[in-house]
């Protein structure tokens, strides 16, 4: 089976029913897409194929002949970070960062779909599958708004926390 | 390594070309897995609960069509986000079933045969389903074929327009609980149609004849839901108590008919 | 259909640490000849930011730019050891280990910079990722240049290595007295919810919390932990649970979509309130805040749903089936006398009767007024 | 700029955001084998026979083991606190829970494991299961362990206990007695990354374990004790997890792999399924708290009875500790003078309980509080005003004795009460945590006050201490 990832023509030796993600982390050593459930119920093994986010823990090799994937290994490098990226890291969207490359790539699909700001109600309809435990998803939101609107703070985005002193 | 995943002799796998080809493949249904969108059978093959010697696979069958409006013709496996493009309410309900990436690779064919959140609207709608299996093609009314949908190859849906219909769902809120009941009306040329699914894990969804007798003899929404009880038989599973969902059915079912009143 | 609008406060508190003490973690430091900081600990970062927070608690006890710390916590041939990633103590305990190995580190870095200035240690001090003399800012001499004098010129490592912890106590059999001295951080939340009360659903419209954590060394981590232990509140208390008939053990849920973890569709509004009340004992005076962010909600939120309908759920998760069952029952309590009580049918007296035991035998010394 | 108090960015966070942060299930080695286990489908049965022959010689199957491959099979997770070991690794001659580890295969892929797995042969003769914590000691119910169903901390005193204060006087003053009955339920920390680990059998006899654990030496010291190895001889590998919540504290895939690895002599990787993180994995604590408070009109609360149950699960994990530290938090943040206090470990044929953030005090700080709005529905009191009331002050004890050297449960209460636009009367607002004095500090609290001293362990001229306490 042959099909694209990342840019660059893959043909696959894994027969026809493997997963897409056991292809993309044994068989290319794209470990981004996560086994968080294998169940298509958590979201953390995301990726776009041909610009749609889908599971690929629920997508067999034989459903790809001539696909284009895109996995978060193709968004951005550390000196080349992509809106979606960005946004995650200025706003503190990843905590332990397992279901963060999941989140990127529906966010990322999102965003190009709509093609301008999105609400947060669109954000809970389109990633509202995507399972996390740490964050309660605030920061999530924040960051995929934040980089719907194109914004680089070029710093850290100021938290709504409010913190007071406490006379001794 | 790699070539061996399947430590169980690697299983046929076809890819159908066409409808004829999907029919002819499927046979009786004996041996066979089918493959639609993958969102069902992928994490039964990837957790060894199924060991299958054939596969037949429908992404290249042309069971994806919608076509006419009057009824509305749905190929097997369309996606549930296709489908809720273009459904009348209440199966335009297909767009409420989580999530976005979901609905964008499970087909309807799949969703109905597993007792998904399809089933009530399809069945207030008087839709009926062509499939293919042992004694060959049939087009039957959609009850009948939930009620033994397993050795049949789902090719396509005829869904009536209604004149009005309404949808009620309730699910808990993460996006990927199986919902808790689920309530389709639905007004049509001979009265008010009413069914309800999520009556348990994996059961299928039944139509609701004495509220619909209620609601003919003139009894006001609420009186009419109430003898949803006297329709159902609710089991116990993960999400909710059979008590619970006998509790709750004439809640839902009455804001349900509220809706279709709105609607109408 | 109506619903109807509650709300409910809770105020708790929660210890650092393990509460009989004994848990103790170490951290080492070593200085490289740029001034650059590598601190070795055996703290796992499971995502609440330890790696972030121990950097900075290092960088301030030495005095450089905290971009000049690595942190370096991937084994235990490296790492010293940690007892571990969980009692609230990773701030608290492994930081304190951290300040110590750094301030040792700091202290060896004011002997070479003495000997290069040719003043009394006690005079300088370091910021910045600079040597100065108290008083004399002009006289000063980079970290990075002690680093590399030290290496190149007098033939040494900077090294600095630390441990802490609460010696253990063992609770008195009789009294439980025990004094584990672990800092207590206070909290308090406020939950606003909707309930159905035809469906027994519960919305959870807003939370408020305040916390005090003593110091937040890095007050968006501490913001992570809040907003992630209100969600998590917020499912023990109206959605999760692992045996949905316990205690039979039927119909547990696989997988998420039977077991109904929160998703982004449940958050609620937040408000978040951290209060600086500093301890003595944390590392610049911070208390815990990772476990106690899920223990205000639930009490919170029943509180609310008897403040909308009138009905307590006391068994947790208070989901949907519960609430409409209170609500249908409407229980009272039992009042005789001075004594008002409470959910009698869920009682161990209830349950297990005397007579259900052997004579002579052992019993749950029950909640037994005498009156 | 000093670093402490800044929100700096996240160390790991440019990491995360291109996935470049490395998780135990991202490394993969040459001639890696797959493990998958053999589960217990019964809650509590007798093995009568157990047969791994077949399963051995299937396709891509290196290693299979069972209880007999493990040098010390039996081990405890709180031996290092003096608690006597009582769970087996794989299980011996019976099951007590649904999910209990029975057998492990290693092969190439996880396809051949699986199928290995649903080969190997075994026989239960099952036996009556034990899940009503409250019906422990009924003469009915069958035992979970050899030794009954409840723990014994001490051989004649089941219980941990407090007791403090004159609770008798306090019941027999008592204007109400209100009482009730609080359960939180058991919960999953399900954590987004499963439970994972990869063993490797170094040629120099070490073993490297890559580990999802969240505590690596407290890990490390389990699985030196089922290897009978010294720590020195092993290596754990890890530091960066994707998430825990307490989950990741037990001790099973760790010393699981190891074996197998050693006998396999060839690297090993196990990485649970949802449904093993779900169904098999250990879970927060349901538990059962009763509450009586003797309390007066005006809204003091002179004593407070209790009894809890810790539904523990088939072994002890952590429960022990959980429920001493349960106890010492049953006031509250109250003073409450006169406490009883009787906490017991339940053993019962659910899956073994085991730590979950708030570990122990959660359930306490549920119930508790749930109590307290009881208490002021009772009393016709204002829940705020009967919180600030009784709320600890410098100088309060706890239960265990801790004196509160600066509790600030009334400053956050008003800012809570005013970050949710609650106004609370003056005189509650003027409220503070000094020491108490006049009307707030009736006889009944004064014996139990102390003057708080200066911690051993506290900061001094801006460092840390730098000796141990002791």
Same mark, same amino acid.
């Given at each position: 089976m042959k099909f694209v990832v990342n840019g660059r023509q893959h043909t696959s030796v894994a027969g026809p029913l493997t997963t897409l993600l056991y292809v993309l982390r044994e068989e290319l050593g794209l470990v981004g897409a996560k086994a968080g459930c294998q169940h298509g119920s958590c979201g953390s093994c995301t990726v776009l194929i041909d610009g749609e986010p889908r599971r690929s823990c629920l997508t067999v090799v034989a459903t790809l002949d001539g696909a284009e994937i895109t996995t978060v290994e193709a968004l951005g490098d550390p000196s080349h970070l992509s809106d979606v990226q960005v946004a995650f890291n200025e706003h503190y969207a990843a905590q332990c960062g397992f279901c963060t490359p999941g989140m990127l790539l529906a966010a990322t699909a999102l965003i190009s779909r709509k093609g301008r700001p999105v609400e947060r109600e669109e954000v809970v309809e389109a990633l509202g599958g995507h399972y996390c435990r740490c964050t309660g998803y605030v920061r999530i939101l924040d960051a995929v708004v934040a980089a719907s609107r194109g914004e680089r703070l070029g710093t850290m985005a100021p938290t709504a926390l409010e913190i007071r002193g406490v006379e001794p | 390594m790699l070539a061996s995943r399947l430590a169980a002799p690697e299983p046929e796998v076809v890819v159908a070309r066409s409808e004829a080809e999907a029919i002819a493949v499927f046979g009786d249904g004996a041996g066979i897995t089918v493959i639609g969108g993958g969102t069902i059978v992928t994490p039964l093959l990837t957790h060894g609960a199924i060991w299958p010697e054939r596969v037949l696979m429908l992404q290249a069958a042309g069971l994806d069509d919608i076509s006419g409006r009057d009824p509305l013709e749905v190929g097997g496996a369309v996606t549930l986000a296709a489908l809720a493009e273009v459904a009348p309410e209440p199966l335009a309900a297909a767009a409420r079933i989580p999530d976005y990436e979901i609905r964008g690779q499970a087909t309807v064919g799949g969703n109905v045969t597993v007792g998904g959140d399809l089933q009530p609207a399809l069945i207030v709608l008087g839709a009926r389903v062509r499939s293919a299996g042992a004694g060959g093609e049939r087009l039957e009314p959609i009850e009948d074929f939930i009620a033994a949908p397993w050795g049949r190859l789902v090719l396509s849906f005829e869904v009536p327009r209604p004149l009005a219909g309404a949808f009620v769902q309730q699910r808990r809120r993460h996006s990927h609980t199986h919902p808790v009941i689920t309530v389709a009306v639905a007004l049509r040329g001979d009265g008010v149609h009413v069914a309800v699914g999520g009556l348990a894990e994996h059961a299928p969804a039944v139509a609701c004849p004495s509220v619909e007798r209620a609601l003919s003899g003139g009894a006001p929404p609420r009186e009419a839901a109430a003898s949803v009880v006297e329709d159902v038989r609710p089991e116990d599973d993960p999400l909710a108590s059979a008590w619970y969902r006998s509790r709750v059915l004439p809640v839902l079912v009455a804001r349900a008919l509220e809706q279709l009143e709105e609607a109408r | 259909m109506a619903v109807h609008r509650g709300r409910g406060i809770a105020a708790i508190e929660y210890p650092t640490g393990m509460n009989q003490g004994g848990d103790p973690s170490q951290a080492w430091i070593k200085i490289k000849p740029d001034g650059h900081v590598d601190v070795f600990s055996g703290t796992v970062d499971l995502g609440q930011g330890s790696k972030t927070v121990h950097t900075q608690i290092a960088a301030d006890m030495i005095g450089v730019p905290h971009e000049w710390v690595t942190m370096n916590n991937a084994d235990t041939d490296s790492s010293p050891v940690s007892f571990g990633t969980f009692a609230s103590r990773g701030t608290f305990i492994d930081g304190n280990a951290i300040a110590v190995a750094a301030y040792r580190a700091r202290q060896r870095l004011l002997e070479l910079a003495s000997r290069m200035l040719e003043v009394d240690p006690e005079d300088l001090e370091i910021a910045e990722g600079d040597v100065s003399v108290r008083g004399a800012p002009a006289r000063k001499v980079g970290v990075a240049e002690v680093a590399a004098t030290a290496s190149w010129t007098y033939g040494e490592m900077i090294v600095g290595s630390g441990a802490w912890m609460f010696p253990h106590v063992e609770p008195d059999k009789v009294t439980g007295e025990c004094e584990p001295n672990a800092a207590i951080s206070c909290a308090a939340c406020v939950a606003e919810v909707e309930v159905d009360d035809e469906t027994g659903e519960v919305v959870v419209t807003r939370l408020i919390q305040v916390y005090d954590v003593g110091r937040a060394i890095n007050p968006v981590l501490v913001d992570g932990q809040i907003q992630g232990g209100a969600i998590m509140g917020l499912g023990l208390a109206l959605l999760e649970e692992s045996y949905p008939y316990y205690p039979d053990i039927a119909h547990r849920g696989p997988e998420f979509g039977a077991y109904a973890a929160p998703a982004m569709a449940d958050l609620p509004e937040l408000k978040n309130v951290v209060l600086e009340d500093p301890d003595p004992v944390g590392p610049f005076g911070a208390k815990a805040i990772g476990e106690m962010a899920n223990n205000g909600q639930s009490p919170a939120l029943i509180a609310a749903i008897h403040d909308a309908v009138g009905v307590w759920v006391t068994e947790l998760p208070a989901k949907p089936e519960r609430v409409l069952r209170a609500i249908d029952e409407r229980r009272e309590p039992r009042r005789e006398g001075r004594r008002v009580v409470f959910d009698e049918h869920l009682s161990v007296a209830t349950v297990s009767p005397p007579e259900r035991r052997p004579e002579g035998g052992w019993s749950f010394p029950l909640v037994d007024v005498q009156l | 700029m000093k670093a402490v108090g800044a929100s700096l960015p996240r160390y790991d966070g440019?990491?995360? $955001?291109?996935?470049?942060?490395?998780?135990?299930?991202? =490394?993969?080695?040459?001639?890696?084998?797959?493990?998958?286990?053999?589960?217990?489908?019964? /809650?509590?049965?007798?093995?009568?026979?157990?047969?791994?022959?077949?399963?051995?010689?299937?396709?891509?199957?290196?290693?299979?083991?069972?209880?007999?491959?493990?040098?010390?099979?039996?081990?405890?997770?709180?031996?290092?606190?003096?608690?006597?070991?009582?769970?087996?690794?794989?299980?011996?001659?019976?099951?007590?829970?649904?999910?209990?580890?029975?057998?492990?295969? /290693?092969? *190439?892929? *996880?396809?051949?494991?699986?199928?290995?797995?649903?080969?190997?042969?075994?026989?239960?003769?099952?036996?009556?299961?034990?899940?009503?914590?409250?019906?422990?000691?009924?003469?009915?119910?069958?035992?979970?362990?050899?030794?009954?169903?409840?723990?014994?901390?001490?051989?004649?005193?089941?219980?941990?206990?407090?007791?403090?204060?004159?609770?008798?006087?306090? =019941?027999?003053? /008592?204007?109400?007695?209100?009482?009730?009955?609080?359960?939180?339920?058991?919960?999953?920390?399900?954590?987004?990354?499963?439970?994972?680990?990869?063993?490797?059998?170094?040629?120099?006899?070490?073993?490297?374990?890559?580990?999802?654990?969240?505590?690596?030496?407290?890990? @490390?010291?389990?699985? /030196?004790?089922?290897?009978?190895?010294?720590?020195?001889?092993?290596?754990?590998?890890?530091?960066?997890?994707?998430?825990?919540?307490?989950?990741?504290?037990?001790?099973?895939?760790?010393?699981?792999?190891?074996?197998?690895?050693?006998?396999?002599?060839?690297? $090993?990787?196990?990485?649970?399924?949802?449904? *093993?993180?779900?169904?098999?994995?250990?879970?927060?604590?349901?538990?059962?708290? *009763?509450?009586?408070?003797?309390?007066?009109?005006?809204?003091?609360?002179?004593?407070?009875?209790?009894?809890?149950?810790?539904?523990?699960?088939?072994?002890?994990?952590?429960?022990?500790?959980?429920?001493?530290?349960?106890?010492?938090?049953?006031?509250?943040?109250?003073?409450?003078?006169?406490?009883?206090?009787?906490?017991?470990?339940? @053993?019962?044929?659910?899956?073994?309980?085991?730590? @979950?953030?708030?570990?122990?005090?959660?359930?306490?700080?549920?119930?508790?509080?749930?109590? @307290?709005? #009881?208490?002021?529905?009772?009393?016709?009191?204002?829940?705020?005003?009967? #919180?600030?009331?009784?709320?600890?002050?410098?100088g309060d004890t706890s239960p265990s004795r801790v004196v509160y050297g600066n509790p600030s449960t009334v400053t956050t209460l008003l800012v809570a009460a005013e970050a949710a636009g609650v106004k609370l009367p003056p005189k509650q607002r003027a409220m503070t945590n000094a020491m108490r004095e006049g009307a707030l500090l009736p006889a009944h609290l004064v014996e139990q006050q102390r003057k708080p001293e200066t911690h051993l362990l506290a900061w001094r001229d801006g460092r840390p201490a730098l000796e141990g306490g002791s």
């Open positions: - | - | - | 440019v990491a995360h $955001v291109t996935a470049a942060s490395r998780f135990v299930d991202d =490394f993969s080695l040459p001639g890696m084998l797959w493990a998958k286990a053999l589960r217990s489908p019964v /809650a509590s049965a007798r093995i009568l026979r157990l047969d791994t022959a077949r399963s051995a010689t299937m396709p891509g199957v290196h290693a299979v083991i069972t209880h007999s491959d493990v040098p010390n099979n039996v081990v405890g997770h709180q031996e290092v606190w003096g608690i006597a070991p009582d769970e087996p690794l794989l299980a011996e001659h019976e099951v007590r829970y649904v999910g209990q580890l029975i057998a492990v295969v /290693a092969a *190439e892929t *996880e396809a051949q494991a699986l199928a290995a797995v649903q080969a190997i042969e075994v026989e239960f003769e099952e036996r009556p299961a034990f899940f009503d914590m409250r019906k422990a000691w009924d003469s009915d119910q069958p035992h979970v362990t050899p030794d009954g169903n409840v723990y014994f901390y001490y051989p004649d005193q089941p219980q941990r206990q407090i007791r403090k204060g004159d609770v008798a006087a306090a =019941f027999a003053e /008592a204007d109400v007695i209100v009482e009730g009955v609080y359960r939180p339920g058991a919960v999953e920390q399900a954590p987004a990354e499963p439970a994972s680990a990869l063993s490797v059998a170094e040629p120099n006899g070490r073993v490297t374990i890559h580990s999802t654990s969240q505590a690596l030496y407290y890990s @490390m010291d389990i699985t /030196a004790r089922h290897l009978r190895m010294p720590i020195g001889q092993l290596k754990f590998v890890g530091g960066t997890v994707g998430g825990g919540f307490g989950g990741k504290i037990d001790t099973l895939t760790e010393p699981v792999t190891a074996v197998i690895a050693l006998k396999a002599r060839r690297p $090993v990787k196990w990485r649970w399924t949802r449904e *093993e993180e779900m169904l098999c994995s250990s879970t927060r604590a349901a538990w059962h708290v *009763e509450i009586a408070d003797a309390v007066t009109r005006d809204g003091w609360i002179l004593g407070r009875r209790t009894l809890t149950l810790h539904d523990a699960g088939a072994y002890m994990r952590t429960s022990a500790y959980a429920c001493s530290k349960h106890t010492f938090h049953l006031a509250g943040a109250y003073s409450i003078p006169a406490c009883a206090f009787n906490t017991f470990v339940v @053993m019962t044929n659910h899956v073994p309980t085991a730590a @979950m953030r708030g570990f122990g005090v959660t359930s306490a700080s549920f119930a508790v509080e749930t109590h @307290m709005t #009881r208490v002021a529905e009772v009393l016709g009191m204002d829940p705020w005003e009967l #919180r600030l009331k009784n709320a600890n002050r410098v």
